[in-house]
């Protein structure tokens, strides 16, 4: 049981050009996050989805998409990479029953665009 | 809107000594309140969470939170810090009313331990 798993762990873009980044667990969760994490701030979501086929935006999704096209992974693509768009990205899935309400967190992808 | 204040960036302590570690939070409805725990160049781990059971609540590694709704506080404590406990913390408040479960994330506090 792995749990939460990202790929790559670190990357460097140069300005405009395009990755994606993996995450996938395998713990049968129904909702899935992509949050970034920058100094001197807390995490915050760029997208999230409640199942299998779905997405939405949070706090900061410009520049940034996502799919899921199957429940164990979630997919954010970035198009056009900008240096604002240097972070560190942590997925995270949670189970929908019961009210546990907790989050599991992949290590973290450190991305560097220049 | 819900939000979340840490009010300390950084917070040193030596070993052996109590930690304290301050969170205020704002929400409309009555909020879930969790602590994480990022270790340098790790991930994140949940600590401990309160969800309206017992308003004192306690963790993993010898960590507890209370509560207070008066205050609208959820600080961390630990009566004795290790070494160990040199890391990063993050207070998040997830508002009841979110069916879509968004978390809300403090800006963090840096623990440092001196030996």
Redesign the interface.
């Given at each position: 049981n792995a749990g939460v798993t990202q790929t790559p762990k670190f990357r460097v873009l140069k300005t405009g050009q395009s990755m994606t980044l993996l995450c996938a667990q395998d713990m049968n969760h129904e909702y899935m996050y992509w949050y970034r994490q920058d100094p001197g701030m807390g995490l915050r979501l760029i997208h999230y989805s409640v199942g299998e086929g779905t997405t939405a935006k949070g706090e900061v999704p410009d520049g940034y998409n996502v799919s899921r096209l199957k429940k164990q992974n979630f997919l954010l693509g970035l198009e056009s990479a900008a240096p604002s768009q240097t972070s560190v990205y942590f997925c995270a899935s949670r189970d929908s029953e019961g009210d546990s309400y907790e989050q599991y967190f992949g290590p973290g992808t450190r991305l560097t665009v220049t | 809107a819900q939000s979340?204040t840490q009010l300390d960036?950084h917070v040193s302590v030596s070993e052996g000594t109590p930690v304290l570690l301050r969170c205020n939070y704002s929400s409309s409805y009555s909020p879930?309140l969790?602590w994480y725990v990022q270790h340098p160049n790790?991930?994140?781990?949940?600590l401990l969470?309160y969800?309206s059971a017992a308003t004192l609540v306690k963790g993993i590694n010898g960590f507890e939170a209370e509560f207070k709704k008066s205050e609208t506080s959820f600080h961390l404590t630990k009566p004795s810090a290790h070494m160990s406990d040199a890391a990063e913390y993050?207070c998040?408040v997830?508002d009841s009313m979110d069916s879509?479960?968004?978390?809300?994330?403090?800006?963090?506090t840096k623990l440092i331990i001196k030996p």
């Open positions: - | 979340v960036s879930s969790f790790k991930g994140l781990q949940l969470k969800t993050f998040v997830r879509n479960y968004q978390l809300i994330w403090g800006a963090g």
